[in-house]
């Protein structure tokens, strides 16, 4: 008896315990439904308070842009807002449109030639996550849209001319892997930007002076390299006693413009063209010419026919009592580098105004310094530039950036030299 007792006591307890089991999460999901209900039953009524058909409709999270905002332009603002999105939250939400807006407003704080911040940028993105894991993924862009926000980053800093470093592509890999997208835009531009960095045979200081006079200094060496002998002259309108503008004028002439120059008939005149436009990276800078109508008479003799010493055809043996070839032209004149065939250039200047008075007188600063031929020779202004029309033809009236000179008339101007 007390054994059969012991087991009904036993096997009442286990259908106890099961039951309480059955019943115990739907008193939990019971409990938690209600809990919910009232949860949502404030909100509901919160709304409701607040603003009637505004407050029932669901509330997204607003993203704020904050380069917009910023009221101080440097380079520390612009990397303590990318520091301060890193450490907002872990899982950093919104990233790519942070970057975008990061990307617009780089001109603003002035870093958009900066590697630094480019690195700075690449660092939000998440470690690890956006790394193929099979060929599929690798080839159809797996993320898409975190990809293409690196790659127009690398494409901005392309446009800029900012070269990466290996540094960036240790950041590539540790975000996409060695078969991303982006570490085939980074490949590409490591092997095409090396190339062409130092290809310009006129290199330029990084980053181009803000002066305008070193700009001006820049742009008359590079177009003087023509002849090695040139020689850059900074001038002093004040130094002229009538002079009305009081600005510089960076004047090059060679030793054989000069020569030129003596041996130029007294009864033609000499012409001021411009202005033409010479871009020294970013910057334009205005420049004009003393120069010449050509001379059609030597002209004339270097278009002769000359004998083609190359041509084996034509070989001639002084031998067996022949008499030895005749060179001809052999003690012609060599047409200069500054001769063409439309006119002669004597000396190219950029000054601080473009104005006709600082035209005039880079003239007699010129016939001060070793040119006194210029005083018995008539100097014109003759604005024959079709440079700025030919950009307008490209670029459009729009588009076209203003003069700081006078160049509406194609005509020549009886403003004669004193």
């Given amino acids: 008896m007390i054994r059969k007792l012991h087991c009904i006591l036993r096997l009442n307890s286990t259908i106890t315990q099961s039951i309480y089991k059955q019943r115990a999460p739907t008193l939990h999901c019971r409990n938690y439904a209600t809990n919910e209900a009232n949860e949502n ?33 440097t380079k520390n603002s612009y990397l303590t807002m990318v520091e301060i999105f890193e450490e907002r939250d872990v899982h950093r939400r919104n990233h790519v449109e942070f970057i975008y807006a990061a990307l617009k407003h780089m001109p603003d704080f002035g870093v958009e030639h900066d590697l630094e911040v480019y690195k700075a940028l690449i660092n939000v993105m998440p470690k690890g996550k956006f790394i193929p894991t099979n060929l599929f993924q690798a080839e159809f862009m797996h993320y898409p849209k975190q990809q293409q926000c690196i790659i127009d980053l690398l494409e901005q800093m392309e446009d800029y001319g900012v070269m990466p470093d290996y540094e ?10 060695n078969k ?13 930007m090396p190339k062409f960095k130092n290809l310009s045979p006129w290199p330029l200081p990084d980053p181009v002076p803000d002066d305008t006079l070193e700009i001006a200094k820049l742009a008359v060496e590079r177009m003087c390299t023509v002849d ?26 060679s030793p054989e413009q000069s020569k030129l120059m ?32 050509a001379d059609p008479e030597f002209l004339a003799q270097l278009d002769k026919p000359q004998v083609d010493e190359d041509d084996v055809t034509q070989i001639g043996v002084p031998l067996f009592g022949r008499a030895p070839p005749r060179r001809h032209n ?28 600082s035209l005039l007188s880079w003239i007699r600063l010129l016939e001060a310094h070793g040119n006194a031929s210029l005083g018995e020779i008539p100097v014109l202004f003759r604005f024959t530039s079709t440079v700025p029309a ?19 008339s194609n005509k020549e101007h009886p403003d004669s030299k004193p």
Wanted: glycine share 6%; aromatic share 8%.
């Fill in 41 to 73: 039953h404030k909100n509901d009524s919160s709304n409701t308070k607040r603003g009637g058909a505004a407050g029932s409709s669901k509330n997204l999270p607003s993203i704020r842009n904050p380069f917009a905002a910023a009221h101080e332009k």
């Fill in 180 to 192: 991303g997208h982006p570490l085939r835009k980074y490949w590409r531009m490591m092997y095409w």
């Fill in 228 to 253: 090695l002998r040139s020689k850059i002259d900074v001038f002093e309108t004040s130094e002229i006693k009538d002079a009305l503008d009081d600005t510089w004028i960076v004047s090059g002439m």
């Fill in 390 to 408: 030919k950009a307008e033809q490209i670029e459009g009236p729009s588009n076209l950036p203003a003069h700081s000179s006078d160049t509406s």
């Fill in 330 to 357: 052999q003690l012609g004149k060599v047409r200069s580098v500054h001769q063409q065939d439309d006119g002669t250039i004597f000396a190219i200047c950029a000054t601080g105004t473009s104005t006709k008075d």
């Fill in 168 to 177: 960036m592509e240790a950041m590539l890999l540790n975000v996409f892997g």
């Fill in 262 to 293: 003596r041996e130029h008939s007294r009864q033609k005149a000499l012409y001021i063209e411009g202005p033409f436009n010479i871009w020294i990276r970013n910057r334009r800078i205005n420049y004009f010419t003393l120069r010449a109508d």
